[in-house]
């Protein structure tokens, strides 16, 4: 069994201080103003995650991928596999950047950590700031023994695991099978998918094992379209395709 990214008894922060105002667990309620933090500011991110290849944010990013990117954040909280965090000014009045802290395959590091701040009405030297803080946060407060930074500290090479298909590689949206539809998994299947699990759980933890955790009594209709947008954003990301099942009407 897969050793959890932190103990079950690790209550993750929420609602800090932070340099410049609140760390709040990023949610799809975040949509706006988070798209409207990374958006303007691409060049910038782009220069501080210093990645080999172009990749998130990108120009042409639509507002329902900026939705999936909410929720691939939201549901990786529920499942306590990844921790998104924006900052937020007074009264969340203004998203100022993010702190994100994932899972890695760097061989000697349990966790690697971004950071980026947006490129308009921040004040002097705050990307330095909120880098150093996370810094200090994660080593303080985090159940890491060892974290990697990668794109400031370390290259992006020992932290990212290797593409799962090639870059132009385009999944096919639909695939005909027998008297069935089989489609890619996304947002708008989230009604009847969740309708299909809840349904069945015990069935689906038989067939799926112990190890995945799901489906679970507790998730919601809010976290069943959590689910649907992680999959579509992975979609996007081409990290992992997640295809539906369904008759014909």
């Known amino acids: 069994m897969t050793a959890p990214f932190v103990p079950e008894d690790f209550v993750v922060p929420d609602g800090i201080a932070g340099p410049g105002g609140t760390l709040r667990l990023l949610t799809m309620d975040h949509l706006a103003q988070d798209f409207d933090a990374y958006m303007s500011s691409i060049e910038r991110i782009q220069k501080a995650f210093d990645y080999e290849v172009e990749t998130w944010p990108y120009h042409g990013l639509s507002m329902r991928l900026a939705l999936a990117d909410t929720a691939y954040c939201e549901w990786g909280h529920f499942l306590r596999t990844s921790f998104s965090y924006c900052v937020f ?10 702190i994100y802290i994932y899972q890695t395959a ?17 004040p002097d030297n705050f990307d330095d700031d909120l880098f150093a803080f996370a810094k200090d946060w994660v080593a303080r407060d985090w ?7 990668p794109g400031r500290e370390h290259p992006w090479v020992d932290c990212r695991a290797p593409a799962f298909v090639p870059a132009d590689f385009d999944a ?11 489609a890619l998994l996304n947002m708008d299947h989230t009604r009847l998918d969740y309708a299909a699990y809840m349904a069945d759980i015990d069935h689906l933890k038989g067939v799926l094992g112990p190890d995945l955790d799901w489906p679970r009594e507790d998730l919601t209709p809010r976290l069943a379209l959590a689910d649907t947008g992680w999959c579509e954003w992975m979609h996007d990301l081409k990290i992992c395709f997640s295809f539906a099942f369904s008759m014909p009407t």
């Open 172 to 182: 096919p949206q639909s695939v005909p099978f027998e008297d069935m539809a089989l």
């Open 106 to 122: 760097h061989p000697d590091a349990e966790a690697h950590v971004m950071t980026w701040t947006r490129a308009d009405g921040i």
């Open 143 to 149: 159940p890491f023994e060892k974290v990697v930074y």
């Open 89 to 98: 000014t007074e009264n969340d009045a203004r998203h100022l950047g993010c």
